[in-house]
């Protein structure tokens, strides 16, 4: 059974920095790319970064050069560091996978950017 587990949100300031972890299980990790996504109220989902299994990364324009996603392999977790942090970042955020055609989210994590 694939299962994805977010950790790491909550409330920062302006300015702030968080990590967000996802482990995952089940999967072959290491031969999958790992997105990380986001849901703000009353917004969609967005897709705000990628890793591939070898490691190129790309990143939604509005968090390119303050977010960084990273993966250990030994560890079956994918990361998000998030620098600079601002209001509009505030949302709930979701890793994912997809393996052989099905699509596998984590339960989310909260993030709140606020003073």
């Known amino acids: 059974q694939v299962q994805l587990v977010e950790a790491g949100g909550g409330l920062v300031q302006p300015g702030g920095s968080l990590r967000l972890s996802c482990v995952a299980s089940?999967?072959?990790?290491?031969?999958?790319?790992m997105n990380w996504y986001r849901q703000a109220p009353g917004k969609q989902r967005e897709l705000v970064a990628t890793?591939?299994?070898?490691?190129?990364?790309t990143y939604v324009d509005s968090v390119s050069g303050r977010f960084t996603i990273s993966r250990d392999n030994g560890k079956n977790t994918v990361y998000l560091q998030m620098n600079s942090l601002k209001p509009e970042d505030t949302a709930v955020y979701y890793c994912?996978?997809?393996?052989?055609?099905?699509?596998?989210w984590g339960q989310g994590t909260q993030v709140t950017v606020s003073s």
């Open positions: 089940g999967i072959a990790f290491r031969f999958y790319a």
């Open positions: 890793i591939t299994s070898g490691g190129s990364t």
């Open positions: 994912k996978s997809s393996v052989r055609n099905v699509v596998y």
